[in-house]
């Protein structure tokens, strides 16, 4: 049942409580359309005037859920922006193996030309005179066989010389061609990474600004909200019994996986972010792996698209849980129906529900 405890130390009842610690302490600090207290009315006699009206929970429902839409936004940015760069490595990667398969092709073609000089330069001191002529004005019939196999060999190495000059022009032609599709490649990815940039910092910028203009006393309501919100979403899915399908054993890999992810509790999200010092939600599940010797894509849409996917109920530790219809969020499962995430800017790594957030799938980096 559950993760090995002497690994993951998280008793069934003990994350549980820590869990719902958690969602009711830890919450989205966040952005949006501002909803602070209205300016207060001067007093008929102007000396006096009126406390700030207090913001209604419904109008901090509202913030909520702008926050929400804007963390989600600079969220699905994030995942382009780091599908961008994880491309234009690739890119660079291969631009620096065809360049090298380039210089290889021109010293190799530079090799033949002159193999091919000499050639010529020999038969030009031997009077001009091709090898078969040479050979039909012998007298000797010794020497006219042996001859005739020379020039035979002579004319597949001529032939040979040639059609590696050719097929060596053909490759560098070719590199050349490819070389150029990537630095196409290479600067189309640049702005798209550069427009993800853009749109992250315009959401993250807009979330600040929001919850600048609410009062202390607001932002702690507003966070009562958010942790409410999460704990009603958590408690629905244990409602359901989910857990008692759930009794999957972690794997070796899978143990170190969450070992790493632990470790990082507390450290700071960052979009783009991939360690030791801040994290962003696929940079710590694709690090939490690399660290178990298993390599799994950068982001989550693509963990999303290319790991196997398996049933919520057949899940266990170091599984990794997607979130949101456009996949644009995951976590870490680590048992008893908990979670190890990065959430969002100005947050810190830490343990969640697994039921907290819509969850869209669990996929598995070490199937098979």
């Not at 210089?103 to 005179?129: C, D, I, T």
Request: overall charge negative.
């Amino acid at each position: 049942m559950g993760p090995d405890r002497r690994t993951l130390s998280l008793g069934r009842r003990s994350v549980l409580v820590a869990v719902t610690v958690v969602c009711a302490v830890t919450v989205l600090a966040a952005p949006g359309t501002a909803f602070a207290a209205p300016e207060p009315s001067p007093s008929p006699s102007g000396s006096a005037t009126k406390s700030p009206t207090p913001v209604s929970n419904k109008d901090l429902e509202a913030v909520r859920e702008k926050l929400e839409k804007l963390y989600h936004s600079a969220a699905v940015a994030t995942d382009e922006y780091n599908a961008a760069e994880e491309a234009a490595e690739k890119q660079s990667a291969q631009i620096v193996a065809l360049a090298k398969k380039i210089v290889q092709g021109q010293e190799r073609l530079a090799e033949l030309k002159k193999r091919a000089g000499a050639a010529a330069a020999a038969q030009y001191r031997s009077g001009g005179l091709p090898d078969e002529a040479k050979l039909m004005l012998s007298d000797d019939p010794q020497e006219f066989l042996e001859g005739a196999g020379r020039v035979l060999q002579g004319e597949r190495a001529t032939k040979g010389l040639l059609g590696e000059m050719t097929r060596t022009q053909q490759d560098l032609e070719q590199y050349a061609k490819d070389a150029s599709a990537q630095w196409q490649k290479l600067e189309a990815g640049r702005k798209a990474k550069a427009s993800a940039q853009k749109k992250i910092e315009q959401q993250i910028k807009a979330a600040e600004q929001l919850e600048s203009r609410l009062e202390k006393e607001e932002k702690e309501r507003l966070a009562e909200l958010e942790a409410e919100a999460a704990h009603r979403a958590q408690t629905a899915w244990l409602d359901s019994g989910i857990l008692e399908d759930i009794k999957g054993e972690a794997s070796e890999e899978g143990r170190k996986a969450v070992e790493y992810a632990t470790e990082q509790l507390g450290k700071p999200y960052e979009w783009g972010a991939e360690g030791p010092k801040t994290y962003d939600c696929s940079g710590l599940t694709s690090q939490a792996w690399a660290s178990a010797g298993q390599g799994i894509p950068r982001t989550s849409q693509e963990q999303w698209k290319q790991l196997k996917r398996i049933d919520v109920e057949d899940m266990r530790p170091g599984d990794l849980i997607i979130y949101n219809a456009d996949a644009s969020h995951v976590a870490m499962y680590i048992g008893d129906g908990a979670i190890i995430h990065a959430p969002r800017p100005g947050r810190t790594v830490t343990v969640a529900g697994a039921g907290s957030m819509p969850i869209l799938g669990v996929v598995r980096p070490d199937a098979g």
